[in-house]
């Protein structure tokens, strides 16, 4: 089933329907896809390890890949999570609730199924009305990675879910599309000082300036595949198209010649070749599909439309995708890191 719904209908009697049989499903051990600010969710009982269990067969996700458990209030934390430094709650208090994840030592409530066989578990607390919603009548603690098939963008929008998912899940709550378009950063709290394993849009300069050392997993910019990633999710080759993409930095003239070139030559061969440019460039290339991105004046606009421009580009079929690369810093690189690791790292200096 897909119910559309919007955060004003949450108060009706339609709203309050519709959110209560998603629940229901819930706490039926189910599976219902939700928006959240970040991207979309698929959503089942954390708590229930058969629940959780169908997330890996739904999505075709490595079963040693875990899920984020998401909840609403800082009540429902103790139950999960053990040791609970006290950065943890300025951090919370800044940051939550919003686009941010942080781990934790877990309590016996959580089944392992959740944390993928580990002893930490992984905690966001969304500010989406309709993901605080469904948490609250599903029992209030809801584990969710991506409502993605494993491999495949995250979905932004709730066709993006019906695209990979329609058919295996319960119930899918289409609110439109997400604000952010990137998934939430997370902060390993379990470490001294607190590491980012996933850049988002809660910022390192961010959350330096709140409490002070932040490291970040260097897995997360050295693309060293001898050395794993301390988030088991981020080794994979995620958000993956289907077209061989290849990331192009350089001084921006440059960039646009070699993309233009590197293209000509693609094409000339006879080969459908895509490109990413920006508000700013778009009009400068010259390829079979050429796609703005977002702008560079507001790069937030950027990180929103990425990954339903990377499956505009599957649904184009072309071979090859030439982007252009974005700078690190603040969201810039939640944004480098997604392109990175859907282009396998593969950049080409103009
Ligand atoms: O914004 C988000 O976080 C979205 C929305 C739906 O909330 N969820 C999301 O979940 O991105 P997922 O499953 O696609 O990504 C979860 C990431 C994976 O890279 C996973 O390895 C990591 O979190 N993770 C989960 N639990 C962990 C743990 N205990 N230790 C280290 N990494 C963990
Ligand atoms: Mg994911």
């Known amino acids: 089933i897909v119910e559309k719904i919007t955060k ?16 229901d499903f819930l ?16 959503g089942a009982d954390a708590l229930n390890k058969t629940a959780s269990t169908k997330i890996y067969a739904a999505k075709g996700r490595p079963s040693d890949n875990p ?43 959580v089944p392992y199924e959740t944390t993928g066989g580990l002893d930490t578990v ?17 029992g209030g603690y809801i584990a969710a990675p991506s409502a993605n098939t494993s491999g495949r963008p995250s979905p932004t929008k709730a066709e993006h879910v019906e695209e990979d998912l329609s058919g295996k899940i319960e119930m899918i709550l289409d609110g439109g599309a997400v604000d952010i378009g990137v998934e939430s950063t997370i902060l390993d709290m379990t470490v001294t000082p607190p590491m980012i394993l996933r850049p988002g849009a809660i910022t390192k300069e961010m959350l330096t300036e709140l409490i002070g050392e932040v490291d970040i997993d260097r897995t997360l910019i050295t693309p060293d595949s001898k050395v794993k990633p301390k988030a088991p999710g981020m080794k994979y080759r995620h958000y993956a198209p289907k077209a061989d993409l290849s990331i192009v930095e350089g001084p921006m003239e440059l960039v646009i010649d070699a993309i233009n070139q590197m293209s000509a030559e693609r094409m000339a061969k006879g080969h459908r070749v895509g490109v990413i440019g920006t508000q700013e460039t778009v009009g400068r290339y010259k390829a ?6 977002g702008t560079r004046a507001d ?17 184009a079929e072309v071979e090859y995708i030439y982007s252009e690369s974005f700078a690190a810093g603040g969201i810039g690189s939640a944004i480098m890191n997604r392109l990175l690791k859907a282009a396998g790292h593969h950049v080409i200096d103009a």
């Open 27 to 42: 706490k039926e051990g189910g599976l219902v896809a939700f928006p959240t600010e970040t991207v979309y969710g698929l």
């Open 8 to 23: 004003e209908q949450l108060n009706t009697e339609e709203g309050k329907k519709i959110i209560g049989q998603a629940g």
């Open 288 to 293: 079979d599909v050429v796609k703005s991105i």
């Open 299 to 315: 790069e937030a606009t950027i990180a929103n439309h990425l990954y339903a421009v990377l499956r505009e580009f599957d649904d």
């Open 122 to 138: 992984a905690v966001r607390m969304p500010s989406d009305e309709i993901a605080r919603a469904l948490i609250d009548a599903g």
């Open 67 to 109: 899920l984020i458990v998401h909840i609403t209030n800082m009540g429902a934390l103790d139950k999960i999570a053990d040791i609970i430094p006290e950065v943890a709650y300025k951090v919370a208090d800044a940051y939550w609730p919003g686009p941010l994840t942080m781990i934790f030592q877990k309590t016996e409530e």
